[in-house]
């Protein structure tokens, strides 16, 4: 049974160009939510996805966009890169939209230049 | 989501018992407690939550105070394998989502 799934693994970018990360959720999961983790601080939650819809946001800029296919796997969209943007983002899948039991991929590590 | 205190690190012997205190004095009736890790260069991994009782499974124990206001994730011995950051969160069943703290590095030490 595999897990979550995320690519690439490294991506490197430059600053203004745009990004798509891709995700595979485990199987059976309907749910994706999107981490952002910054070099020695713990993930950021930037947003969750079910039934196709973006469900809940955190505190990201509208750069940030995702989307949810059929299969109940998930991308994330990343525009106008920053510096700051750098970082480890983490898909993470569940079943259902209230559950605190996640399971994580292993990340894309995004470096912008 | 209540907040949440934890040590910024802390050390153990390899094949002892490791504590890992977690405050969180403002957590409401229908807030759950939840422990993750992350070793390096991985995800998250989900280890335990609970609710008011203490819960115990195949990777850790979960003691929760009476009053909900503190909690213990216990590694009854832990290995090498197990240094990675501990974080505990404190999130109601309807969000969905988790609010990740600094956490506690774990060392444990041969």
């Known amino acids: 049974d595999a897990g979550v799934t995320q690519s690439p693994t490294h991506l490197i970018k430059t600053r203004g160009q745009q990004v798509t990360l891709r995700c595979s959720p485990k199987?059976?999961?309907?749910?994706v939510s999107w981490y952002q983790q910054a070099l020695g601080q713990g993930p950021q939650f930037i947003f969750q996805?079910?039934?196709?819809?973006?469900?809940q946001r955190g505190n990201f800029p509208d750069r940030f966009s995702g989307h949810q296919f059929p299969n109940y796997s998930s991308e994330l969209n990343v525009n106008a890169l920053l510096l700051g943007d750098s970082a480890l983002y983490l898909c993470?899948?569940?079943?259902?939209?209230?559950?605190?039991?996640?399971?994580f991929g292993s990340g894309t590590q995004l470096s912008v230049l | 989501d209540a907040k949440t205190t934890q040590p910024p690190s802390m050390d153990c012997a390899e094949g002892r018992a490791a504590n890992l205190p977690c405050n969180h004095s403002?957590?409401?009736?229908?807030?759950?407690v939840y422990w993750y890790r992350q070793i390096h260069s991985q995800g998250p991994q989900y280890i335990i939550h609970g609710l008011k009782n203490n819960e115990t499974n195949e990777m850790a124990s979960l003691i929760i105070t009476e009053d909900r206001k503190s909690s213990t994730l216990i590694l009854p011995h832990a290995t090498l394998r197990d240094t990675a950051v501990y974080y505990c969160?404190?999130?109601?069943?309807?969000?969905?989502?988790?609010?990740f703290g600094q956490g506690t590095t774990l060392q444990v030490k041969p």
């Open positions: 993470a899948s569940s079943l259902g939209t209230g559950i605190g039991k996640l399971f």
């Open positions: 403002t957590i409401s009736g229908n807030e759950y």
């Open positions: 969160i404190v999130t109601s069943s309807n969000t969905g989502k988790l609010i």
């Open positions: 199987s059976g999961h309907d749910t």
């Open positions: 996805y079910y039934e196709e819809e973006e469900r």
